[in-house]
């Protein structure tokens, strides 16, 4: 049934980090991808069945910290409460790594 799907959303702009996400995750989970931030919002909008987000937080269109934010306003319940691990590089700074951990 459609109901028991567990799905994982994971955002970032390479193609190639997507799928090396996705190979981890496909035993587990069923994988939904996008390659920028508001295209991720739109799915999640639309798609009901994802439970959780992986996202870089460096995407084009909307950046991982702003979808974070996002999520977290969201007026609708699944959405605002859904799990999301924001993906860091060496290249944030402290500030956005706290605003990430501040944010939820």
Not at 20 to 27: E, G, I, K, N, P
Not at 41 to 58: G, R
Not at 80 to 93: A, K, R, T, Y
Request: proline letters at 2%.
């Amino acid at each position: 049934m459609a109901e028991d799907i567990r799905r994982v959303l994971i955002v970032d702009q390479s193609k190639v980090v997507r799928s090396a996400l996705a190979r981890h995750l496909r035993d587990t989970f069923d994988v939904r991808e996008e390659a920028d931030g508001e295209s991720a919002w739109q799915t999640l909008v639309l798609d009901s069945s994802i439970i959780a987000v992986v996202a870089s937080a460096q995407l084009p269109k909307l950046n991982g910290l702003d979808l974070l934010a996002r999520i977290r306003i969201s007026k609708l319940r699944r959405i605002c409460d859904i799990p999301f691990l924001l993906l860091v590089s060496g290249s944030e700074s402290v500030e956005e790594r706290l605003l990430a951990q501040e944010t939820g």
